[in-house]
C-alpha cells in the first residue's frame, strides 16, 4: 500500500494510535523500524564498518535496533551515543540496554573531536540523532556531530529524515546530514517534497514498520 507524503503530526499520531488503539507496543514498531533499515542498509552498503550516531529520542533508539540486526549479518558495527546511555528513556532506554548486555561497541562522545575519532573509520555513517521529534535549528553536540559527520568520506544514511531537515517545510538547518540515502518510516515526509532537499536526502526508501492496513487506509494513495 502506497501512502501519501505526511506531515510530523500525522506520522506520529499514527504512531501513537497503533500503540494506544491498536496494543502494538514502541517497542515492536522500534524493531520493525530497525529491523527494516538494516536490512536496506545492507542492500544499499554491503561492505566495510558502520558507524551509527545516536541521539537522545527514539531516532537513536532505531539505531541500537538497526546495529543488533547488522552485527547479526556480521557486519562490524559500532554505535556513538552523542548522549550519556544513562540518559536515555523508555524504548531507545531499552534498545540501548540489549546492545550493551550483547556487547556491542557502543561508545559515548560528547565532544567534537571524540565523534570524529569514533567516525574516523567509517565506510558508512548511519544518523539515528534526530527523527520527527526535532524542532528548530540544531543545537549543541548534535550541530557538532553533523557536521563532523560530512566532513567524513563515507557514505552516508539517514534515518527517518536527515538530521537538521524540518520534516514538514524541508527548511534545513546549515549542518544538515547530507544523506545519499534516506530510510524513513511509514511513509515520505512532506518536508521531502520541498525543491532543494533532494541534494541532502539523496535516495529516499519508505519502510513499512507494522502498523496496520486499516490505521493507513485513510492516507493511502489510489492505485
Ligand atoms: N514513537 C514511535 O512509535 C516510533 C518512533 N520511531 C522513531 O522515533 C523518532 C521520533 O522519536 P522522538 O519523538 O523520541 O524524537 P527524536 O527526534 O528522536 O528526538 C527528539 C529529542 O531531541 C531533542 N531535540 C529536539 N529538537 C532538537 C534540536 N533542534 N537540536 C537538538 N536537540 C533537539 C529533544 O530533546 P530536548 O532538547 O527537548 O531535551 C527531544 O527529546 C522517529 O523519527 C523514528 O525514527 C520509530 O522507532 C518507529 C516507532
Ligand atoms: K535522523
Known amino acids: 500500500m502506497k501512502i501519501k507524503s505526511l506531515s510530523r503530526q500525522q506520522v506520529r499520531s499514527i504512531d501513537q494510535q497503533a500503540i494506544e ?3 502494538m507496543t514502541g517497542l515492536v514498531l522500534m524493531e520493525n523500524a530497525g529491523r527494516g533499515a538494516a536490512e536496506v542498509i545492507q542492500q544499499n552498503a554491503a561492505t566495510g564498518r558502520v558507524v551509527i550516531l ?3 529520542g527514539n531516532n537513536g533508539g532505531d539505531g541500537y535496533v538497526i546495529a543488533r540486526h547488522l552485527d547479526l549479518m556480521e557486519r ?3 554505535v556513538v551515543s552523542v548522549v550519556e546511555i544513562d540518559s536515555l528513556s523508555g524504548d531507545a532506554a531499552a534498545n540501548a540496554a540489549i546492545a550493551q548486555k550483547a556487547e556491542l561497541d557502543v561508545q559515548v562522545a560528547t565532544t567534537a573531536e ?3 575519532t569514533h567516525l574516523s573509520d567509517a565506510d558508512v555513517i548511519v544518523d539515528c540523532l534526530l527523527g520527527t521529534g526535532a524542532t528548530g535549528p540544531l543545537r549543541g553536540i548534535y550541530a557538532d556531530a553533523v557536521k563532523v559527520a560530512n566532513q567524513i568520506k563515507a557514505t552516508r544514511i539517514a534515518i527517518d529524515v536527515p538530521t537538521g531537515m524540518d520534516v514538514d517545510s524541508g527548511e534545513a538547518d546549515p549542518h544538515t546530514f547530507q544523506a545519499e540515502l534516506t530510510i524513513t518510516f511509514v511513509a515520505k515526509k512532506t518536508g521531502f517534497e520541498f525543491e532543494g532537499t533532494q541534494s541532502l536526502l539523496g ?3 519508505v519502510v513499512p514498520i507494522g502498523v496496520p492496513r486499516k490505521l493507513l487506509r485513510p492516507w493511502a ?3
Open 54 to 56: 545516536c541521539g537522545k
Open 114 to 116: 571524540a565523534i570524529k
Open 21 to 23: 488503539d491498536y496494543g
Open 203 to 205: 535516495d529516499i526508501e
Open 221 to 223: 494513495l489510489a492505485d
Open 76 to 78: 562490524q558495527v559500532r
